[in-house]
């Protein structure tokens, strides 16, 4: 049942039941337009109120059915639309919690509208590469004024109802409940000759919309690159003052197919969608999480010190273990440093800084955190430091805690087969700044039960984090590609590309920063490190001289003022490096290398595509589940371009039969360019990773 009907008197009460956010389907739609026609064939009933059960009055369209059967089943949204400005008999929208995106354009319709103080009132659409489509262009400008809603449309802001209050687009409001606010104000309304206003026969005023609307587009050029939604909204906008309503109407549907079949729309979409699915475990769903109410975290250094404030944000006590008062002191200075920037800027209360602080304990002793549910190791990435501070917990925590390591790269099975109960041991590795990165990825050994994965899963979405499943390899998902990514950018600089070439082009498609800023950044030394346990590992792995000879030099990136790029003492914008230029050319002397040149696509061609056949690797191997898994790995570790959707999402734009050609391609001139088996099948049927 998507909708509930019953009769209060002389008003009749049309309840959309969809859980969780009453999303508007195929079903709520029917349901709303027989409850609308039902109410007038009552002769008893003289208005209608509309509202949803639960959490929400309406979070919008179900996206679900975009691109299904059900997004062309009448009657859709236009038409409800259409049926609610056609009664005779008035209707009243009860808006509680949240009204977005067609929800709100649902109110917009109605006669009159009553709210609930802390509603979220938004049309979020163009945070799917959208613009509202059921009017919501041409109706709020008309009702709230050209500025207010020009903002709220372009930029998907939401807002609390309060801060609406004044500006028309609420009839009444009120600090109670909504719809006995509006049954009343229905009593009311019921007795006065209609017709009742309809939002469509208003007015956009507005002193200089042209002038306003030229401003606005530029704006939203410099903040909206490469999104054609926000330039849509304008253009809606703009035919709500110049065009009748339903001409600006039929312009503003054909905008949103145009949106809805771009390749910008879809890729905003998936991610949306990649995000969710990523949570679900469906092999252990009927498993438990364990309960977790004090967390401990091992080592105070600038990652440890991040972990412990995403749990001291979630009102959670943390105690922080390091091998000295120093270091445990600095670690304190560095959250009271990051929670005071955050009440300077208003984000933050000083009393809740003194809450989150006083949640904190530090120590040196290991055995303070023998009663946590849940202790984090985040010491330096070193194998047998690693083992040694699991055989430690492994003595001194509670049975039934979980126990996690941060490692990045290393083998979570061998650290868990170091304790006695390897079922309670995983990888919760977070990316830094681990405060304010978004990706956890949650790593499953062999043996972890699923209890603790539930554990994991629940408490990522406690502090904020959207935690994705790898199994065990060297690297996990995101570190494993990015290897392959950096071996690519490498062997880019060994034939004759310059570092600001490569990040100028992969900057260009998107990323958020390229491979030679990126590890500048996180420090080459990181890099080096790992390298060298590779070489140590396997004989045949192959060696990135050139990374090896700047670090053997000191050039280990911002943190010593020099890298791939040379940094001016206190800032952190990369000039380009005449000492990098002479040692790429000194080592392309010595290999009697004559440099060649490369375009800007074949950069971004051979980086990505590199990341694309490994993550189809790791798709094979069951190291990710799903390919969308991938693409939020990237999308949230990595700085991959939302609008593009992941690199896995990506290739499935360009077509995997097309990237499986230039791997070919590539790999006729290197044969370590050897196409991943699943890329091969895919491009032989003609698939799709997401399919």
């Known amino acids: 049942m998507s909708t509930t009907y019953e009769v209060r008197g002389s008003v009749a009460l049309i309840a959309i039941a969809n859980p969780p956010v009453n999303s508007l389907s195929s079903g709520v739609c029917l349901g709303i337009v027989n409850g609308i026609d039902r109410a007038a064939g009552d002769a008893n009933v003289r208005a209608i109120v509309l509202t949803g059960h639960g959490r929400a009055f309406s979070g919008g369209a179900d996206m679900r059915e975009f691109d299904s059967p059900h997004s062309v089943k009448e009657p859709g949204l236009h038409a409800v639309l259409l049926a609610i400005e056609a009664s005779s008999k008035p209707v009243i929208a009860a808006i509680h919690s949240v009204a977005m995106g ?72 009120t600090d109670g409940d909504a719809v006995k606010a509006a049954l009343e104000l229905a009593e009311e309304v019921a007795g006065r000759p209609g017709p009742h206003p309809l939002v469509r026969d208003m007015k956009v005023e507005h ?66 969608f990649s995000e969710r699915t990523a949570a679900k475990l469906s ?66 209360s000083k009393e809740q800084l003194e809450r989150r602080l006083a949640l904190l304990q ?104 959207i935690p994705v499943v790898s199994g065990v390899c060297d690297g996990f998902i995101g570190n494993r590609m990015i290897n392959a990514y950096f071996q690519r950018a490498g062997e880019l600089l060994e034939q004759g590309a310059l570092p600001e070439q490569v990040d100028r082009a992969i900057e260009k498609f998107g990323m958020a920063m390229g491979p030679f800023r990126m590890s500048d950044l996180a420090g080459n030394d990181i890099g080096w490190a790992i390298r060298k346990r590779h070489y140590a590992e396997d004989a045949t792995c192959p060696k990135f001289e050139l990374g090896d000879r700047l670090c053997e030099a000191g050039h280990f990136g911002q943190k010593t003022g020099s890298g791939w790029y040379d940094y001016e003492a206190g800032k952190r914008t990369a000039q380009a490096s005449q000492r990098t230029r002479q040692m790429l050319q000194a ?45 939020a790995v990237y999308l949230h570790g990595y700085g991959f371009p939302r609008w593009r959707g992941g690199p896995m999402f990506y290739a499935d734009t360009v077509g995997v039969f097309n990237v499986h050609r230039r791997v070919l391609e590539f790999a006729r001139a290197d044969a370590s360019w050897k196409p991943a088996p699943m890329l091969e099948r895919l491009a032989a049927q003609r698939s799709s990773f997401n399919a």
């Open 102 to 173: 067609g929800g709100l354009e649902l109110a917009l319709a109605c006669h009159y509208r009553v709210a609930s103080s802390g509603a979220r009132i938004a049309l979020s659409e163009v945070t799917m590469g959208l613009l509202p489509g059921a009017g919501g262009t041409q109706r709020l400008p008309r009702l709230i004024g050209l500025e207010i809603a020009a903002n709220m449309i372009v930029h998907g802001t939401s807002m609390p109802s309060q801060a609406l209050a004044d500006s028309g687009l609420f009839d009444r409001m």
């Open 207 to 272: 002193g200089n919309p042209e002038g306003y609307l030229a401003i606005a587009r530029a704006a939203a050029a410099a903040r909206y690159k490469n999104l054609p939604a926000p330039q849509c909204c304008l253009d809606a906008i703009e035919a709500g003052f110049k065009l009748p309503f339903d001409d600006g109407l039929a312009l503003e549907r054909r905008l949103f197919s145009e949106l809805m079949n771009g390749a910008v729309s879809r890729s905003l979409r998936h991610a949306f």
């Open 283 to 348: 092999d252990v769903a009927d498993a438990a999480a364990r309960t977790v109410h004090r967390v401990g975290v091992i080592g105070g250094g600038l990652m440890g010190t991040g972990i412990a404030m995403n749990f001291l944000n979630a009102d959670l006590p943390v105690i922080l273990v390091d091998l000295g008062e120093e270091a445990l002191q600095r670690s304190v200075s560095t959250i009271r440093s990051n929670y005071g920037a955050a009440v300077s800027k208003g984000k933050l």
């Open 362 to 465: 530090t120590t040196v002793d290991l055995a303070a955190v023998r009663d946590c549910d849940l202790v984090i190791e985040a010491v330096y990435e070193d194998m047998d430091l690693k083992l040694s501070t699991f055989r430690a917990l492994d003595e001194i925590v509670k049975h039934g805690a979980v126990l996690a390591t941060n490692t990045s790269t290393l083998d979570v099975n061998r650290i868990a087969a170091e304790t006695s109960r390897p079922q309670d041991v995983l990888g919760l590795h977070f990316f830094s700044p681990a405060h304010i990165m978004t990706l956890l990825e949650v790593v499953r050994g062999d043996k972890t039960s699923g209890e603790v994965m539930q554990t994991a899963m629940s408490l990522a979405k406690r502090i904020g984090k």
């Open 587 to 631: 080592y392309w002397q010595e290999r009697g290398i004559r440099p060649r040149r490369f375009d800007g696509d074949e950069i971004v061609d051979r980086l990505i595509y590199a990341l694309v056949n490994e993550g189809a690797r790791i798709l094979e191997e069951g190291i990710a589940a799903r390919a969308s898994d991938i693409d």
